[in-house]
Structure formats: structure tokens, C-alpha cells
């Protein structure tokens, strides 16, 4: 059976997010081509439903930039717009990319410290190959620690001074 106090939960979490980025269920990327109109991004964004950003990507699926919903909230939202304008004109050239065997610790610290909600993984081409989410990291980080999330209190700070029982 696994230990389950803090320190030795706090022990394993360094190997746990030194697992490759390979390892996590990821994402398909909701990709664009250069020369797409921002209304057709909008559009994109919202028939998916699960995206909140599209990467525009070349014919060989080499990364460009990224176009994010607050890309879209800060820059178009209450100003006048031509949304026909190509995507090019606001979204983020060179995003910050991580590659499929770097750590998951990296990925964490984009979305901390970068304030990403989409990494975009690149192959050695930069070739877009997927998308890790927080909440792929969440998942992941669920299975790595069953025993400690199925053996929480429903409120964490709530002690039990007994057991329930005979």
C-alpha cells in the first residue's frame, strides 16, 4: 500500500512531473491557415465548443501563432473591427511551444508563470503535434494519485474525531 502523509505525497511529485509531456491524453489542435479572417477564427472557436483558441499553422503544419479567446476579448471586443481582417493582424507570433519529451512540470510552469491555457507541443520541425490543457494535467495528475483523492473528506478541512462504526 502506498504512504499516503504529505511528505510522502510531496516525495513523489517530482517524479510525477518528470514524466514527458508524451504521457498525457493530449488534445487535437484547432488549426487555421495564414490568411484566415478573424470572423472565420470566431466561428471556429465557437462550433468547437471545447477550444478556446486556434493555431495558424502553414501546409505542413509548421506553427505561426496562436489566436486566443482574450486575444479576441482585449483587441476586438467594444472597438470597431473589420473582422474580415486576416488573422495575422492580432494573434501571437512564436508562442511559447514545449516539445513531447520535456517534463510535465514545464507545461505546469507555462500556465502558471505564462498564463497559457493551450501549450502547443511542437515536433524538432515545429511541426504542431498537439495541445496540452490544465485540465490534461489535472487528469494526469489524478491517476497519479488515486488513493489520495479517493481517500479525501468531501470538505478537506473537516476532522472526523472518530471513526464511524463499532
Not at 488549426?31 to 477564427?41: D, I, K
Not at 514545464?106 to 500556465?111: E, S
Amino acid at each position: 500500500m502506498t504512504e499516503t502523509t504529505e511528505r510522502a505525497v510531496a516525495a513523489r511529485v517530482p517524479s510525477v512531473t518528470d514524466v514527458q509531456l508524451r504521457v498525457l491524453a493530449l488534445r487535437d489542435p484547432i488549426t487555421v491557415r495564414p490568411g484566415t479572417s478573424l470572423a472565420a477564427c470566431i466561428d471556429v472557436i465557437r462550433e468547437t465548443g471545447s477550444a478556446d483558441s486556434v493555431f495558424v499553422t502553414d501546409l505542413d503544419g509548421r506553427l505561426h501563432g496562436v489566436l486566443t479567446e482574450r486575444d479576441i476579448f482585449a483587441r476586438l471586443v467594444g472597438h470597431e473591427v473589420d473582422l474580415n481582417r486576416p488573422v495575422e493582424s492580432i494573434m501571437k507570433e512564436h508562442p511559447w511551444t514545449l516539445h513531447l519529451d520535456q517534463p510535465v512540470r514545464h507545461a505546469i510552469d507555462l500556465m502558471q508563470t505564462g498564463r497559457y491555457r493551450n501549450v502547443p507541443l511542437v515536433d524538432d520541425d515545429d511541426i504542431l503535434v498537439g495541445v496540452v490543457r490544465p485540465v490534461d494535467v489535472l487528469k494526469y495528475l489524478a491517476e497519479a494519485f488515486p488513493e489520495e483523492l479517493l481517500n479525501l473528506p468531501p470538505r478537506p478541512h473537516q476532522v472526523i474525531p472518530e471513526t464511524e462504526g463499532a
